[in-house]
């Protein structure tokens, strides 16, 4: 039986070196294109209509759209509009990259921990470079709570920046860990329904009805860290716009 | 089929099945909705807080790690920088249960 974790598997589909290193076209790679493909044509399909009364599709990505519009009043506040079109990016790519993941013989690109890490960077380097736009250098007071004595800064200081750094690391894991668990417990059962199946078929209907609940449970946390990543993205991207 | 209420015309009947369900929504729904909501976002803040600990010590460990790669102090710096990536563990645990108290008392006063 195949192992719980070859779904996995990283495979070059079609082969690419420059100058040394690799940068094959991956079975990863293809689903994070068809991803954006389908996120690209779901949005723009939906809308061509422009009704006022939306249809089915239409209303789905008002609804895509309110929601992130909403997360970023909510948690950033007015300023946060101007960042809308990269936080929305990311939430669909994030959401698609789980979703897409859930279709059997798919590949969950969000469980491999680097392109999480590749996300979380992307967001932990902008917001960065956000914070030292609005208050310059006194972004750096960020490091220093407010009202600690001075001689504290020596344990305080290297306390908070483990923690500002930790950010992206958490950000990463959190996502990655939730994807690749759901994925291997899916198979695990499922490799149960085959063996437990072959002793006698009846006994194979326990494992399935327990993977089609885990079945519902995953699609619910698909979209549930989706939203944990880019709402987290937003809180960040607060502090980085008003420090406290 | 319900030709017993009121108004029978089609829109009469919709309005009574509306009205039953806005009731229904009032009554029940409210509570449903809450706890399910709850409980998904108390699993999230659980997951959150485990992961900014984890990530907390790791980030921690990897610097000292590095630190004394660099300047040949293993493993003193190591040790050192994995308290501090504690104590920056509990820090952002504490920050994100904070977060979502904070949060929870506000959207709370809105419905109420």
Same mark, same amino acid.
């Given at each position: ?10 495979? @070059?589909?079609?082969? /690419? ?12 790679? /293809? ?6 493909? /389908? ?19 239409q ?17 950033? !506040? ?12 990311? +939430?669909?790519?994030?959401? +698609? ?18 392109v ?7 967001v932990?380097?902008g ?40 950010? @992206? ?9 939730n ?11 499922? !490799? ?14 326990? @494992? ?37 | 089929? $319900?030709? *017993?209420s &009121?108004?029978?015309? &089609?829109?009469?009947?919709?309005? =009574?099945?509306?009205e ?6 009032? #009554?029940?729904g409210q509570? *449903?909705? *809450?706890?399910?909501? $709850? ?10 807080v485990?992961?900014?600990?984890? =990530? ?18 293993? &493993? ?15 820090? #952002?645990?504490?920050? =994100?249960?904070?977060?979502? *108290?904070?949060?929870? =008392? ?7």
């Amino acid at each position: 039986m195949a192992s719980p974790v070859e779904q996995f598997k990283i495979k @070059p589909l079609i082969p /690419l070196e420059v100058g040394g290193v690799d940068v094959s076209f991956t079975n990863s790679a /293809l689903m994070m294109v068809i991803s954006a493909g /389908l996120i690209i044509a779901f949005l723009t399909l939906s809308v061509r209509g422009r009704a006022l009364v939306p249809g089915r599709w239409q209303s789905m990505a008002e609804v895509c759209y309110e929601y992130v519009a909403g997360m970023l009043r909510e948690n950033v !506040g007015p300023e946060g509009r101007r960042y809308f079109p990269f936080i929305f990016t990311l +939430f669909m790519f994030v959401l +698609f990259g789980n979703l897409l993941g859930m279709i059997p013989y798919s590949f969950t690109y969000t469980s491999h921990v680097i392109v999480t890490f590749g996300l979380a960077a992307v967001v932990f380097i902008g917001v960065t470079i956000i914070g030292f736009i609005h208050h310059g250098i006194g972004y750096l007071r960020l490091f220093m709570p407010h009202g600690a004595p001075a001689v504290a800064a020596v344990v305080l200081v290297p306390i908070e920046l483990v923690s500002y750094l930790s950010r @992206p690391f958490s950000l990463a894991v959190r996502l990655f860990t939730n994807m690749t668990v759901g994925h291997i417990l899916l198979k695990v059962m499922a !490799g149960f329904v085959v063996s437990l199946g072959s002793i006698f078929f009846l006994f194979g209907a326990v @494992p399935l009805a327990f993977d089609a609940a885990v079945m519902v449970l995953e699609l619910g946390i698909a979209v549930l860290q989706a939203y944990v990543f880019t709402v987290l993205s937003c809180i960040y991207l607060h502090d980085a716009i008003h420090m406290h | 089929m $319900a030709d *017993e209420s &009121p108004d029978s015309s &089609p829109l009469g009947r919709l309005g =009574a099945r509306l009205e039953a369900a806005r009731a229904r929504e009032r #009554n029940g729904g409210q509570d *449903e909705r *809450e706890a399910s909501g $709850a409980s998904r976002s108390a699993l999230a803040l659980g997951f959150r807080v485990v992961t900014e600990v984890v =990530a907390a010590v790791g980030v921690g460990a990897l610097i000292g790690y590095g630190l004394d790669h660099w300047l040949g102090s293993t &493993p003193w710096l190591m040790v050192l920088f994995l308290f501090l990536g504690s104590a920056s563990g509990v820090l #952002n645990a504490y920050r =994100a249960a904070r977060h979502h *108290e904070m949060r929870r =008392a506000r959207d709370g006063r809105k419905d109420g």
